[in-house]
């Protein structure tokens, strides 16, 4: 398998999977509202240089997270994943009941990307591997999105609104 690290905060790891052509993001810790901000910016900018249809989310470390998260991700963040080319998303639960909410609820009315929820890694990379896209992948090829322009605008705003602790 060939990863590669193209950054990490102190709450998640953002890596490309060049084998399967996707993101995978690995979440751990305290996750608090700024602190998720911060690490969807760069995961926002990581789309900017990668052309990824899908991600594999694994929550699995995740030990508490605030309850403005999920709000936050429903209406600010997860809308937008379209627009970077993202047709499908594993997402691993963390075994906290608590997460698992506001998992539930930062999903709840996402239509695009298609998400599909799993209690292990195993089970959500079997899934990523046979879902089936809209058009082929083309992870050599330069990336295009469907409206880059609007893309780079919202990567802008969120950075302009992302709060930092210092």
Known sequence: MSIELLSETSTVSISYDSRNSWLYLDWFGD????????????????????????ILNDNTNVTSITSDVGTWLANDYLPYMHLAGVEH????????????????VALHNISTPVVALFSDIASAYSWLCSVKFKAPPQPTAKPVYRNQQELKSYVSSLSANALYVY
Do not use: K, N, P
Request: hydrophobic share 40%; net charge neutral; with cysteine.
């Open 31 to 54: 996750l608090t509202l700024s602190s998720v901000q911060e690490s969807c910016l760069l995961i926002a900018r990581c789309f900017l240089s990668r052309s990824c249809a899908r």
């Open 89 to 104: 998303m594993a997402w691993v639960y963390s075994s906290g009941i608590d997460i698992q909410c506001c998992t539930d």
